[in-house]
């Protein structure tokens, strides 16, 4: 069988076109299984959510995703490529976890968000409209008015939206974002919240590392429960996420059938 199908086989058959698929992957971080084994299939212009306890392996399966943790086992594709062979890269945008580590020389706002242009700028060379797209997608967040600020002047939230832009910058058609709310105030995730919904509107695919659903619950069509590097939940979001699903919630029924399995109702503890 040869290999130079369009990628259009799929929706012409009415079957939604998967844009992420991982199988059965696993990774290792020092020694350490960390992921065990994971499924995971995200469709054109659906909204994941990937939940989960600190620990449990979000950050590692989207960081395996873009090719930044060696996987030992399994599968992954995107659009339908096998991740080795990926090249598209400016089709994703990936906006990684924040870290508080600062350091170095303070870019500003423009050369972050610009940074995030360069897959699309032919030659390395911006043109035009490339540099009208990073003004756009500085706009998008309402930070054009901090364009020329260096990046550290900026509050944790500003700080988030500055990567937002940077991811958007390149126009992507997949948008994965690692806990792109943690640290956040409220203005600013009501603007990010916003950002979201248009791109969602504008037929976008959004994989969403979150510790709870907060103000984008009303974008997401599904979630994924991440524990000890196994997938717990895929499916309708559960109810009982972040800070009401306490340890004590976490129950094992002993009296179920065999092959019922587990039932469980602090999904995230
Ligand atoms: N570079 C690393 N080396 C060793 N262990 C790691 C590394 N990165 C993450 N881990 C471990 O892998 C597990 C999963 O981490 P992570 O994917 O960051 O979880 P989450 O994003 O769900 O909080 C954690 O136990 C973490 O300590
Ligand atoms: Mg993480």
Not at 20 to 28: H, M, N, P, T
Not at 100 to 107: F, K, L, S
Not at 116 to 124: F, H, K, M, Q, Y
Not at 136 to 151: C, I, N, T
Request: charged share 20%; with cysteine; proline share 7%.
């Amino acid at each position: 069988m040869t290999d130079t199908t369009n990628g259009m086989t799929d929706t012409e058959a009415g079957t939604p076109e998967p844009v992420i698929r991982l199988s059965g992957v696993r990774a290792e971080l020092g020694s350490r299984p960390v992921l065990r084994g994971i499924d995971l299939t995200v469709s054109r212009g659906e909204v994941v959510a990937l939940l989960g306890a600190n620990g449990s392996g979000k950050s590692t399966a989207v960081r395996s995703i873009i090719g930044q943790v060696p996987v030992s086992a399994g599968d992954i594709e995107l659009f339908g490529t096998p991740r080795r062979r990926f090249r598209d890269w400016a089709r994703v945008g990936y906006v990684p976890q924040r870290t508080t580590a600062a350091g170095g020389v303070p870019a500003t706002v423009t050369e972050v968000v610009t940074a995030g242009r360069l897959s699309r700028a032919r030659l390395g060379i911006l043109r035009k409209a490339d540099h009208a797209a990073v003004r756009r997608a500085l706009e998008l967040v309402r930070m054009a008015d901090r364009a020329k600020d260096p990046v550290d002047a900026l509050s944790g939230g500003q700080h988030q939206r500055v990567l937002i832009a940077r991811a958007l910058a390149a126009e992507p058609e997949l948008l994965i974002m690692d806990e792109p709310m943690a640290g956040v105030d409220l203005a600013s995730q009501e603007v990010l919240a916003e950002t979201l919904r248009e791109q969602v509107a504008g037929g976008a695919t959004v994989l969403l590392v979150l510790h709870e659903l907060g103000p984008l619950e009303p974008l997401i069509d599904r979630a994924v429960v991440l524990r000890d590097g196994c997938v717990l939940h895929d499916g309708p979001p559960p109810k009982a996420v972040g800070q009401h699903a306490l340890p004590g919630h976490d129950h094992v029924h002993p009296h179920a059938p065999a092959g019922a399995g587990p039932i469980r109702t602090g999904l995230l503890s």
